[in-house]
């Protein structure tokens, strides 16, 4: 290990090399950074594996769920120093076990459209999901989504009202503000002509959403991803987006893509869990524990899911009481509920009930008007 | 491990901070490449106090911004002295001389020096903590970036201030919402863990240098064991250190349930794990320990 990291050629190489496969993988790493992280291991004449983590660790990486794709991404390239044959096989598994799969597919749907046997040669049992999102997109009509938007729009404002410490100009009403009043008599020798006023502002609400996108759910992911992008290409909510089946991961970034086909892409390549099983119980506990500082007494937590938990229930029903004492509200919105003989009686859905402030359909676009008309009060 | 790691480890050492290569090696960087530390981790795990240690290390001034919501350049980079402002235009119209001119109204004279302007101006390197960052809003984030990536403050009346000794810069987050990118890639970053057993106890034995050695370990095997509960609030070093601190002052000499109980607010800040522990985690916590005295 020491005798190929003593050459600083060698170092430097491995370092770019890291960087790009980071970047591969979706972790953002600026220029500046990677400067940064040379500066530092010239510096420091690095001479072992540890002390070059560090230095990774310190330079290249910002946020702490990029820890895990650092150190994946380290190994694989050090195995791919080692033997450099077997490690492109390695990468390729590895691509293919993590988000690769779906890029694969994303490849094939590109190449082979006019081959339609191939996909379920490439990997059985894995829709080409997010190009059919993107289809369904193009299908959902037009017209529904300025009106979705306007109920988006609703609800946000009746939301927003949460009081702030910040104050914002106001034409004739509220507080004077004497501050202001003085720094514009500067302009008239000191003379105070007119009176400034300020007002507290309202702030966004902070809405933390988390949405199952398991096996049961797969029926309703297109309206989800196209619910989940609109809330946040809306920029109306101060949100973060959190997605789960078999475990929980925060997309919050990913979802704020600038176009939905992006938003898909990054998404894909972020999350491979689709239509995997559901733990609604874990999920939450990885909420609470691992992002618990997310949710704040202002925050309103909206759960997508059916409530077809095959987890542990005690679990969850911990958990859920657990994120309710920490807050504002929980509103479950369960696409099962459009049905018009549903009863929740999924042992999941049993369970989580009591501990939900409400609890609506969500089977459509439209109901977001619904849920509008709820959080509106 | 490299030399100048040791010396920054010794360095804070001696100002009762125990730290390992990690946060060594941030602040070694952060000061040869000139950029701001971003420190993330749970509550209580020392984050504001690196930079409290490292003001004292460097021997200069430390510069505290608190960060929260509706913070604004006003109260965060500077501010017009608007009174002084006023008051200077009223008495050169009083003394009738035309010696006031716009250009003097906005100079340094006016100019209101808050934190972030005051550490770029200092004499000296000063430290400059923006504490918990993550509860200012988005739109704050924006001013400060140009602090953070050019050391300098532009004002627009007045003019581009440039720092001429670059304060260190130390950022700390408790995570409640998500930094932005742009913050983010122009710091250093430093996510500190819960401590090991070993890193507490010392800090324990430091921090509390009264209570005995045998009862320091057996202090710090609790608290280790607590962590690994399922509790809604789990206890940071801090709590750890003030644990350490009631139990010293309450003279206990071996730590039995009885005592544990009496003291226990200081460690859990939640009444639901508070009960809990009284109910049934008290004996086996102590026994995991390898101090079981009282089941």
Redesign the interface.
């Known amino acids: 290990m020491g005798s190929i990291l003593e050459n600083v050629w060698i170092t430097t190489d491995f370092s770019l090399r890291l960087c790009a496969l980071l970047r591969r993988r979706g972790v ?1 790493v ?1 220029t ?2 990677v400067i ?1 992280c040379m ?2 291991i010239r ?2 004449e690095i001479v072992n594996e ?2 070059l983590k ?2 990774y ?3 290249l ?4 769920q990029d ?1 895990w794709h650092l150190y994946r991404a380290y190994e694989l390239l050090l195995k791919d120093y080692l033997s450099p044959r077997a490690s492109a096989e390695e990468e390729a598994k590895q691509e293919a076990r993590n988000s690769g799969a779906v890029r694969k597919q994303y490849r094939s749907e590109e190449s082979s459209s006019n081959d339609p046997g191939e996909e379920s040669v490439i990997s059985p049992g894995y829709s080409t999901r997010e190009v059919d999102h993107c289809r369904d997109f193009r299908l959902i009509p037009q017209e529904d989504v300025p009106a979705a938007m306007a109920a988006l729009k609703r609800l946000a404002r009746k939301h927003a009202s949460l009081a ?4 914002k100009r106001a034409k004739r009403h509220g507080h004077i503000d004497l ?1 202001g009043s ?2 514009d ?2 302009k008239f ?2 003379e105070i002509i007119r009176w400034r006023y300020k007002r507290k502002m309202a ?1 966004r609400s ?1 809405l933390v959403i988390v949405s199952d996108v398991s096996g049961s759910m797969e029926v309703y992911s297109s309206f989800l991803l196209n619910f989940l992008y609109l809330l946040n290409s809306a920029r109306f909510f ?1 949100m ?1 987006t959190f997605v789960f089946s078999t475990r929980l991961e ?1 997309l ?2 990913q979802f704020r893509s600038r176009s939905f086909p992006e938003m898909l892409k990054n998404v894909a390549l972020h999350f491979s869990g689709w239509s995997g099983g559901t733990k609604i119980g874990r999920a939450i506990q990885t909420l609470n524990e691992t ?1 618990g ?2 949710v ?1 007494p202002k925050t309103t937590v909206v759960i997508m899911s059916d409530g077809w938990d095959t987890g542990d229930l005690e679990l969850l029903d ?1 958990e859920m009481s ?1 994120l309710r ?1 920490r807050a504002r509200s929980i509103v479950w919105i369960n696409p099962l509920k459009g049905a018009p003989a549903y009863e929740p009686l999924a042992a999941g859905m049993a369970t989580t009930l009591p501990y939900c402030d409400e609890f609506i359909a969500g089977h459509s676009i439209n109901s977001l008007a619904e849920l509008a008309k709820m959080l509106g009060g | 491990m490299n030399q100048p790691y040791n010396d920054i480890i010794a360095g804070l050492r001696r100002y009762d901070y125990v730290a390992d290569a990690d946060i060594a090696g941030a602040l070694f960087l952060a000061e040869q490449l000139n950029k701001p530390i971003l420190i993330e981790g749970e509550a209580g795990v020392g984050k504001t106090e690196i930079a409290r240690v490292l003001a004292k290390l460097k021997d200069t001034e430390l510069i505290r911004l608190q960060c929260y919501e509706g913070l604004d350049c006003n109260a965060a980079l500077y501010e017009w002295n608007y009174q002084k402002q006023i008051v200077s235009i009223r008495l050169n119209e009083l003394r009738n001389n035309r010696e006031l001119s716009i250009g003097d109204l906005y100079s340094r004279d006016y100019l209101l020096e808050r934190p972030i302007l005051k550490a770029l101006t200092a004499a000296k390197r000063a430290v400059l903590l923006l504490d918990e960052i993550d509860r200012s809003d988005e739109e704050f984030e924006a001013l400060l970036l140009e602090t953070l990536a050019e050391y300098q403050l532009t004002i627009p009346e007045f003019g581009t201030i440039k720092a001429q000794h670059p304060p260190y810069i130390v950022l700390t987050s408790n995570r409640t919402r998500e930094l932005t990118d742009a913050l983010r890639r122009r710091c250093l970053y430093l996510w500190i863990n819960y401590p090991s057993f070993q890193k507490e106890l010392e800090v324990i034995q430091i921090k509390v240098p009264g209570l005995g050695a045998a009862l320091a370990s057996q202090a710090t095997s609790f608290v280790q064991a607590l962590r690994r509960e399922r509790l809604n609030k789990v206890p940071g070093l801090s709590e750890a250190i003030d644990w350490a601190k009631a139990l010293q002052s309450t003279g206990v000499r071996v730590l039995e349930r009885a005592d544990v109980e009496a003291t226990i607010g200081c460690l859990l800040k939640d009444q639901h794990d508070i009960r809990n522990l009284k109910e049934t985690m008290v004996g086996p916590l102590l026994q995991k320990g390898g101090h079981g005295l009282d089941p």
Request: glycine share 4%; hydrophobic share 25%; proline share 2%.
């Open positions: 953002e600026g500046r950074q940064a500066e530092a510096l420091l540890d002390e560090r230095v660790r310190i330079t990486i910002n946020r702490k820890l702030r410490r910040k104050s501050r003085c720094r008599s500067v020798d000191g702030t902070r101060r973060a925060n919050s970034r992002y500082p997310v704040t911990r657990k004492s």
